[in-house]
């Protein structure tokens, strides 16, 4: 598996859309979040039907459901990111942001050890220094939190195996979005009919317009993640995480949430893993490129 430009794009395009999707959430705070919820996954099955649809690809979408050794890893995934999003989007609307932030710092360290143990994943020495760093700025994180951490294990951990499902279904990145979103899908219809009408009944149009953009916000950037994950090692991607929290970190500061000084250092230390672990990643592309050419 070879680390290649345009996978790193993809991955970083990935990664800032995710950080900025904040914003687009606090614009629904007014809004139940299970119904948010509910409908992110309604509306993004319906976007990746569409979009499979127009580019000729329904029969992919078909032959990825039939293949049982693939649904086997994207059933078990639907339902985790699902919980996902849910929590993450109660964590928003709750004023617990920086929260929300600590489990995607904690999720590139579980997403490392994860490489390295279950796909054998090769690394460089200066990683584990960018991942020493990393994981001294989430301890003083844990340490500072005064209480167990349960938002942000929970993001960690559920969006971790996550990506290891997508990585060991190896399925075609749009169809397997959809088959996600299709599985949850009713779920979320009767739950929204039989437990949400007041909510419904409470949308303004503004609302609705939103909900419905945020069917194609979700998809988007799962799609470069599935292909990112597909195509790069799992340490990389899982490292380019800290991308999104630092600016959902930054949302969260300009929305008046104040870190703490041991908030500040932990952060810091992630900065400064986040920059060493870039210089590997440039030094191991130019690698990869001089192997392409020599070969």
């Known amino acids: 598996m ?43 099955f319906l976007f990746m039907l569409t979009v499979l649809m127009i580019t000729g690809r329904l029969n992919v979408f078909m032959e990825t459901i039939k293949d049982k050794k693939t649904m086997r890893y994207l059933v078990p995934a639907a339902f985790l990111i699902s919980f996902n999003w849910g929590l993450y989007i109660w964590a928003v609307n709750n004023g617990r942001i920086l929260d929300s932030s600590l489990g995607y710092y904690m999720n590139p ?27 001294t700025g989430v301890i003083i ?15 960690a951990l559920s969006f971790a195996i996550y990506g290891v499902l997508k990585k060991k279904a190896q399925a075609d990145p749009a169809a397997s979005i959809a088959i996600e979103s299709l599985i949850i899908a009713p779920f979320a ?7 949400m009408r007041e909510s419904i009944s409470a949308l ?34 899982g490292f380019f995480q800290y991308i999104s929290p630092s600016l959902s970190l930054v949302y ?21 893993g986040l920059f060493v672990f870039s210089i590997a990643l440039i030094r191991r592309t130019k690698d990869s490129s001089v192997t392409q050419k020599t070969q």
């Open 2 to 44: 070879t680390t290649n430009k345009k996978s790193i794009t993809i991955a970083l395009s990935c990664y800032i859309l995710w950080g900025i999707l904040p914003v687009y959430w606090n614009l629904l705070s007014g809004v139940n979040p299970i119904l948010i919820l509910c409908c992110r996954i309604i509306f993004a």
């Open 252 to 272: 969260g500061l300009i929305s008046g949430e104040t870190p703490s000084i041991s908030q500040i250092v932990s952060f810091v230390f992630i900065g400064l």
């Open 189 to 195: 219809l009767i739950f929204s009919f039989v437990y």
């Open 141 to 155: 994180s844990l340490i500072a939190f005064g209480s167990f951490p349960i938002i942000a294990i929970c993001l």
């Open 204 to 237: 303004s149009i503004t609302d609705m317009l939103l909900l419905i953009g945020g069917g194609v916000v979700t998809a988007i950037p799962l799609i470069l993640y599935a292909r990112a994950v597909i195509d790069i090692p799992f340490i990389i991607v």
């Open 109 to 135: 360290l579980i997403a490392f050890s994860l490489g390295v143990l279950l796909f054998q994943e090769k690394y460089l020495k200066l990683q584990l220094v960018a991942v020493a760093l990393a994981l």
